[in-house]
Nanobody, 124 residues
Framework: QVQLVEFGGGLVQAGGSLRLSCAAS????????MAWYRQAPGKQRELVAL?????????ADSVKGRFTISRDNANAKNTVYLQMNSLKPEDTAVYYC????????????????WGQGTQVTVSS
């Protein structure tokens, strides 16, 4: 069974930095992408940053130049990080790790896996 576990959330003052980590466990045939989403109270979940297995990265306009997504694929690990700098109060949200993958060699549809979420709170 695939599980994603996030680490690194917390409380930080505006202008500060946090680094989120997400580690996937369980057997996966092939990972297509790993990403970070966030959901603020009363708002829909939104994509923050995405990293494809081909090396492409995409960022929400609101975090470009401040957040950096990176991955550790060594030794078949599926680990993704989100370095968040120059944090703003509007970055306050629950951050979720996402992995989109083919679970087995005979499964051709991509499956989304989610972490449990980690709270990031930025005080003004």
């Amino acid at each position: 069974q695939v599980q994603l576990v996030e680490f690194g959330g917390g409380l930080v003052q505006a202008g500060g930095s946090l680094r989120l980590s997400c580690a996937a466990s369980g057997s996966i045939f092939r990972t297509d992408s790993m990403a970070w989403y966030r959901q603020a109270p009363g708002k829909q979940r939104e994509l923050v940053a995405l990293s494809t297995s081909g090396g492409t990265t995409n960022y929400a306009d609101s975090v470009k130049g401040r957040f950096t997504i990176s991955r550790d694929n060594a030794n078949a690990k599926n680990t993704v990080y989100l370095q968040m700098n120059s944090l703003k109060p509007e970055d306050t949200a629950v951050y979720y790790c996402n992995m989109r993958a083919r679970p087995t060699a005979w499964t051709f549809n991509l499956v989304d896996y989610w972490g449990q979420g980690t709270q990031v709170t930025v005080s003004s």
